[in-house]
């Protein structure tokens, strides 16, 4: 069954970049989307965008264009996510979770435990 | 601010039945299903109903789904304290080509 294995917990300052990474285990991703969606403290679910490992093909979030990239190495089934120009605002969990049609009608069923990101001088 | 509205929270006793209510537009829960994701303290979310009324495998019938026009609703029936959560709704947005949540409703059981 697949699991998807989240990198550990960074901390950066004001302006840097991050990227976090999202392994499948027990199960290939290909055929799937993955989606970055983010927790800060306190506060609700947020959708970043996703990627179609397959093909490489991505959607972001409008408010995080420019800002992040979504990446991935098919030969260790790892998806990766990239923000840039950080603020504090960005301070937050970092979920990736599978989906097998991306849009419409389809639905996330397996999530990731989540990278902690903290943006702090 | 959410483009999906929730209420913040809602309560019960246990065995109570409590509905939570996620309201939308013709962009999005109009013209798509709607998801519920359950997010337990400290937890990662995780998926509760899929195209509004769908149970994955393991997930009680205590919990149901339902869909009206540009509303939806997530009822947890027979309330238990392992129910206490926050509760998201999620919907496809076909003009914003994205993906909303919900606010998410805190439950507590009294």
């Known amino acids: 069954q697949l699991q998807l294995v989240q990198s550990g917990a960074e901390v950066k300052k004001p302006g840097a970049s991050v990227k976090v990474s999202c392994k499948a285990s027990?199960?290939?991703?290909?055929?799937?989307?993955i989606h970055w969606v983010r927790q800060a403290p306190g506060h609700g679910l947020e959708w970043m965008g996703w990627?179609?490992?397959?093909?490489?093909?991505?959607n972001y979030a409008q408010k995080f264009q420019g800002r992040v990239t979504m990446t991935r190495d098919m030969s260790i089934n790892t998806a990766y996510l990239e923000l840039s120009r950080l603020k504090s605002d960005d301070t937050a969990i970092y979920y990736c979770?599978?989906?097998?049609?991306?849009?419409?009608?389809?639905?996330?069923?397996?999530w990731g435990r989540g990278t902690t990101v903290i943006v702090s001088s | 601010q959410s483009v999906l509205s929730h209420p913040p929270s809602a309560s019960g006793t246990p065995g109570q039945r409590v509905t939570i209510s996620c309201s939308g537009t013709s962009s999005n829960i109009g013209d798509n299903t709607v998801n519920w994701y359950q997010q337990l303290p400290g937890t990662a979310p995780k998926l509760l109903i899929y195209r509004n009324t769908q149970r994955p495998s393991g997930v009680p019938d205590r919990f149901s789904g339902s869909n009206s026009g540009t509303s939806a609703s997530l009822a947890i029936s027979g309330l238990q304290s392992e129910d206490e959560a926050d509760y998201y709704c999620a919907a496809w947005d076909d003009s914003l080509n994205a993906w909303l949540f919900g606010g998410g409703t805190k439950v507590t059981v009294l």
């Open positions: 990627i179609y490992p397959k093909s490489g093909g991505t």
């Open positions: 979770a599978r989906d097998l049609y991306g849009w419409g009608d389809s639905y996330m069923d397996v």
């Open positions: 027990g199960d290939t991703f290909i055929g799937y989307y």
